[in-house]
């Protein structure tokens, strides 16, 4: 139960849980405030402009996630392997008495996101990187139809990532919050 966990344990969660908290805020306000500049067709930037704002997003995107996704699966997988579940004979709501799968669901969720990146979105990532380099090397056109085929596809596998980091999130609050 939480409240005999030692001060290792609680500190391990409630990082981990802003670590989640972050990772989730991040993710979600790619669609929510860089989208329609990205791909409305109304959007005053041209074809390079969204690649390089893309670009931008992607790099500031990849510093924080590669220190931030591995220090909350440590600190998840840690709390998931100390943590002990209601004694039977205390009242205690479900995710009280599954503790240890809850926090393993989270860090699962959370390096999910990085192994769903490298696996389902590296290269599309690529072939972005490849369309702006391009562009400002050789000063070749980016066609709006490729540019916007590609980060189209890419937009819906990172709703797959959105996803991923909100339920992680969400099962890290609620063991937080329930345990």
């Known amino acids: 139960m939480s409240g005999s966990d030692s001060g290792l344990l609680v500190l391990a969660r409630s990082?981990?849980?802003?670590?989640?908290?972050?990772?989730?805020?991040?993710?979600l306000s790619v669609p929510?405030?860089?989208?329609?500049?990205?791909?409305?067709?109304?959007s005053t930037l041209s074809p390079s402009q969204r690649l390089s704002l893309w670009s931008t997003l992607y790099s500031q995107?990849?510093?924080?996630?590669?220190a931030?996704?591995?220090t909350a699966v440590a600190l998840l997988?840690?709390?998931?392997?100390?943590?002990?579940?209601?004694p039977s004979y205390l009242p205690a709501g479900w995710v009280?008495?599954?503790?240890?799968?809850?926090?393993?669901?989270?860090a699962a969720a959370t390096a999910g996101i990085a192994v769903f990146t490298v696996v389902a979105m590296e290269g599309l990532n690529g072939s972005l990187k490849q369309l702006e380099r391009d562009a400002k090397t050789n000063g070749?056109?980016?066609l709006p139809s490729h540019g916007a085929q590609i980060r189209t596809r890419w937009a819906r596998l990172h709703l797959v990532r959105c996803a991923l980091a909100g339920s992680a999130f969400v099962a890290g609050v609620a063991e937080l919050a329930l345990a």
């Open 32 to 42: 929510a405030w860089f989208w329609p500049a990205l791909y409305r067709p109304d």
């Open 15 to 27: 990082t981990a849980v802003v670590g989640l908290g972050l990772v989730s805020g991040l993710t």
């Open 140 to 142: 070749a056109p980016v």
């Open 77 to 86: 997988s840690y709390a998931a392997w100390a943590a002990k579940p209601a």
């Open 61 to 66: 995107g990849k510093r924080t996630m590669t």
């Open 96 to 106: 009280a008495r599954h503790r240890q799968g809850v926090l393993a669901a989270a």
């Open 68 to 70: 931030v996704i591995p």
